[in-house]
């Protein structure tokens, strides 16, 4: 069984919609729906923004349904230049941009008690959904994504994450749900499709182009389930 978090509504709700046999049940504020989309079995749920909301969603779905892996999807800001409104990032590895305990003389994005920056994502499930996007026809890019609780709308910001982590793509959950699943010693895999440049101007641009991101993802999700069952 595969388990999928969402930030927001509108970046799972085709999959919710497209999910047979779906049974709900809310846990500390965060609806999950159990069913299957294909012949895959699933538990998605929509974990809110932030890392927070995306660790305590993350945490619950491992000890209540007991997944194979965690697939977080959604949208996120374009850090390369080379990216596109509605390219798909796979994540390779992830960091959390916003972890600073520089002034005790770490690097800037460690995680304290695991004692490193950048934490990996599943190696074989990130390569299939690389080959899916392709599939898809989705222009498709693997990378550094990186996580933190604040919208990146700042070119000098949007350089610093790109400079210091070798990050392609930002966004504010997916740092999380990775160390929850790294302390847990679950799979984890972490997809964006890109709504905007993440530079100045960025909020303009999530909100034009939101939907068409997340429509993306979604297609993307669907090919996978139907070509992949764990």
Request: charged share 15%.
């Amino acid at each position: 069984m595969i388990g999928i978090i969402g930030a927001m509504q509108i970046e799972i709700q085709d999959l919710i919609d497209n999910m047979q046999q779906a049974e709900q049940q809310t846990i500390s504020g965060v609806t999950y729906w159990h069913g299957t989309i294909g012949e895959q079995e699933a538990v998605a749920a929509v974990c809110g923004i932030g890392k927070v909301f995306a660790a305590l969603c993350a945490q619950t779905m491992i000890l209540h349904y007991h997944p194979t892996c965690l697939i977080n999807i959604g949208v996120a800001g374009g850090l390369s230049p080379s990216l596109h409104i509605g390219d798909i990032v796979v994540a390779d590895k992830i960091c959390q941009h916003d972890i600073d305990t520089t002034a005790l003389g770490d690097p800037l994005g460690l995680i304290s008690g695991i004692n490193q920056v950048f934490l990996p994502c599943d190696a074989n499930r990130t390569e299939a959904f690389y080959q899916t996007a392709k599939t898809c026809h989705f222009p498709v890019w693997k990378g550094t994504i990186a996580s933190g609780d604040c919208f990146i709308a700042n070119s000098e910001k949007k350089a610093l994450l790109q400079q210091h982590f070798g990050a392609i793509a930002c966004e504010m959950e997916g740092g999380a749900i990775g160390q929850i699943c790294y302390v847990n010693q679950i799979p984890f895999c972490l997809i964006r499709a890109i709504s905007d440049g993440a530079g100045d101007g960025a909020e303009s641009d999530y909100q034009t182009f939101v939907k068409k991101s997340a429509v993306h993802m979604q297609q993307m999700i669907k090919q996978y389930v139907k070509n992949k069952t764990e």
